[in-house]
């Protein structure tokens, strides 16, 4: 029994005890040659940690994945929603409601539209829009809306006639001097005094001449019914023929409005007192000077007399203010 308990087996070796020898608290430690006592307890916090990097890179994949399936199943519906919508039927257009139009009609409003009418309500250009209907030499502004479903509203500021522009033809001219329409059959309408002297001439001359008379128009107003043609001279004076006897004035430099309308309340005692006159001059300032034929003019001092007295006396007086006498050279014109 001793021998047996004594004699090592074979299977088993004897224990090698290690004397281990603590490390002096002086002396630093080697990181190498001895590592730290908890290292083996950080390996498989190391394992874990690459696992779990792993996993998040795999579910931001996916994530991505999903919302970017959701994201084109989103364009999808929008896009087919939108082409239902454009091809729909019932946002085509198929009104215009015009207003502020005195002479264009609305078919001609609706030719001016172009293929507006019949398209998509939703897919008009609406500045093209404006741009054609202002491209209208009879409209001066021009707002265009959209009335859901299928209806169009305009609403548009005419050009308004002031004159009738002689030059090669007569044309239509508002109260900028600008060109509107040719004056014929579906213009005969408008009985609108006529600007002559802009026939022959440059461009820039023409809107200055245009201007003139243009302006003689809008400052006697309400007046300008009286007046039958407005010429405009090379000198720049405006020679205005009245309806009715056709008297002709001269008229000066702005403002026109007074002269006009003083002349107009002397006008039946002028007419009375000068009927052989050949125009009345209203450039001087406070005076009315009537210009009569030579035979009906007294002569000057100095020259043979004349059969036919003056019409009328250097001294005569109108009540009214402005001074009616034969012209003479010497007199002192408005604005001299």
Known sequence: MTDRASTPSPSRRPLQRRLIVPPSPDLPLDPVLEPLEDAPFLRPERRTRVRQRRRGWTYRTV??????????????A?????????ASERLRVGK????????LSEGEVRELLGPAVGENILSLDIDGLKSRLRASPWVADATVSRNLPDTVRVEIRERVPLALAEMERLYLMDGDGALIDIYGPRTAGFDLPIVRGL?????????????????????VGERAVEISEVEVQPSGD?????????EVVLMGAPPYRSRFATFLELRPELHERCPRAEYFDLRFRGRIYAKEPPEAVGPRPGTEASPVPAALPDTHEVPSGPRIEPIHADAVREGG
């Open 63 to 76: 994530l991505a994945l999903q919302l970017g399936a959701a994201l084109l199943i989103a364009v999808s």
């Open 78 to 86: 929008v896009w087919t929603g939108y082409s239902k919508v454009m």
């Open 199 to 219: 026939a022959h001439v440059d461009a820039e001359v023409r809107r200055d001449r245009a201007g003139r008379a243009v302006a003689l128009l809008r400052d």
């Open 238 to 246: 405006l020679r205005v023929v009245l309806r009715g006897a056709g």
């Open 96 to 103: 215009v409601e015009v207003r502020g139009g005195h002479f």
